[in-house]
């Protein structure tokens, strides 16, 4: 869901990848599309690294936005210490937002969503 004036729109990767390449289409710059990006989709964009890896696939003729089989680290957020690290956080304070979960659990924003 989007609320206007908040960065609270999830998106998915497939979908980013298709804004990186219309950005690419449109004769962008990775840095501009990186902003672009971070606008639309705050904490939850593409990193920089990536936005300027999808660039170098599209220079080299590579216009798919699939990504390739098995490629990206496989997520270790959703491991059972993890999550009863959360919910133990979640039991102590309900009120306790995402940003505060990462803070003191050391974890990212989106594994906490994932765990959520």
Request: aromatic share 10%; glycine share 6%; with cysteine.
């Amino acid at each position: 869901f989007f609320r206007f004036g908040e960065n609270v729109l999830m998106a998915d990767s497939r979908e980013q990848r298709a804004s990186v390449k219309f950005c690419f289409l449109l004769g962008k710059t990775p840095a501009e599309t990186v902003v672009m990006l971070k606008t639309a989709y705050g904490d939850a964009a593409l990193s920089k690294s990536r936005i300027y890896e999808w660039f170098q696939r599209f220079r080299n003729g590579e216009m798919t936005i699939e990504d390739q089989p098995g490629s990206g680290r496989p997520s270790t957020s959703s491991t059972d210490d993890n999550v009863e690290k959360i919910n133990n956080l979640v039991r102590e304070d309900w009120r306790r937002t995402i940003v505060q979960l990462a803070e003191i659990s050391g974890m990212s924003w989106s594994s906490i969503q994932r765990i959520l």
